[in-house]
């Protein structure tokens, strides 16, 4: 399924990320994304309350196990990043105020050079050099929506699928509203691509990071893909 995104997201991009790289350069994507820790993600577990939080009602929470969190500037906007004590990503975010006082209210320390990997490889894919990550992931999360984030990082660069056709694929017909609420609770943005869903009409549909950002991310996938190279026929 291919989907042409409408222009949402309004923001000037800095300009290393329009710089073209060289389609002679890239190297083919492997058939799913590289993880460590011999799975995609580790076992499941709800998300900590800090102290602080359970004395000031209900407030956010922070990552169960996250060692720190970093800041990486990104063409689609700041993003948060957190990792656990191996360094896995347990989560990614755009929403940067809601995660700094998520952060604050948890005691995580901040460590931008911790999440340098993760920077690397999201300059590269902004620059239109890397089509899929290479990085350990440890979100938490059921086993149903261990399966479904698997599932969104089969989804090809560039390529789009609905809810409906991503619970067929996952041999659950008829499950489009379970695999639509897993979806949104991916809390790993971009990198496990919960943006490539669409609704069963091709249209844009509920996105955590917002619709602007949805629409902006695959707008900017389908201009860098190679016709030929990454879509489904001639993917190496």
Same mark, same amino acid.
């Given at each position: ?11 000037? +991009?800095?300009?290393? =990320?329009?710089? %073209? $790289?060289? !389609?002679?350069?890239?190297? /083919?994507?492997? *058939? #799913? ?14 998300? +900590?309350?800090?102290? =602080?939080?359970? %004395? $000031?009602? !209900?407030?956010?929470?922070? /990552?169960?196990? *996250? #060692? ?8 689609f906007g ?119 869903v669409l609704?069963?009409?091709?249209s844009l ?32």
């Open positions: 399924m291919k989907y042409s995104a409408p222009d949402l997201f309004d923001a000037p +991009a800095p300009e290393h =990320a329009t710089q %073209a $790289a060289d !389609p002679a350069s890239h190297q /083919p994507p492997p *058939a #799913a994304p590289l993880f460590a820790q011999g799975g995609l993600w580790s076992d499941t577990a709800p998300l +900590a309350r800090s102290p =602080a939080a359970d %004395a $000031a009602g !209900p407030v956010l929470q922070a /990552p169960l196990h *996250a #060692a720190c969190h970093g800041v990486v500037d990104t063409r700041p993003a948060m990043v957190w990792l656990d004590l191996q360094g896995r990503l347990l989560r990614l975010d755009f929403h940067l105020e809601q995660e700094l006082q998520r952060a604050q209210l948890s005691g995580s320390r901040r460590d931008d050079a911790a999440v340098a990997e993760v920077a690397r490889q999201l300059h590269e894919y902004e620059r239109g050099e890397r089509r899929s990550f290479d990085l350990p992931l440890a979100a938490r999360g059921t086993a149903f929506q261990q399966q479904v984030w698997a599932a969104l990082c089969c989804i090809p660069y560039g390529e789009t699928m609905s809810y409906g056709e991503l619970a067929l694929a996952l041999g659950k017909p008829g499950g489009a509203r379970a695999v639509g609420r897993a979806n949104a609770t991916n809390p790993i943005a971009l990198i496990v691509p919960c943006h490539r609704g069963a009409d091709g549909t509920g996105y955590a990071g917002g619709l602007p950002l949805k629409s902006a991310l695959l707008r900017f996938e389908q201009e860098n893909t190679v016709p030929g190279l990454f879509g489904a026929a001639g993917r190496v």
